[in-house]
């Protein structure tokens, strides 16, 4: 089987913060680090749907972490 890998990078006022609090939600196949105002997450798999699946649930999580760390920077 083929390995899928991909990388998604967003900016956020308080990186550290967002990347700390999606952390604990990620797949054994994630990787999250905050480097200035920049979360890193690195993914890979050997099956598309799963991937996309996984892709899909952290893009929420994410957001539900921008959101708790905006609040909590108030």
């Excluded at 680090?33 to 997450?41: H, L």
């Excluded at 890979?44 to 609040?71: F, H, P, Q």
């Amino acid at each position: 089987m083929k390995a899928i890998d991909g990388e998604i990078i967003t900016l956020h006022r308080n990186a550290p913060c967002v990347a700390g609090a999606i952390r604990p939600d990620n797949l054994l196949s994630m990787n999250t680090t905050a480097s200035g105002d920049t979360v890193r997450t690195v993914v890979s798999g050997t099956k598309l749907r799963s991937l996309i699946a996984s892709v899909d649930d952290y893009l929420m999580n994410l957001a539900i972490a921008e959101d708790l760390c905006s609040y909590a920077s108030d």
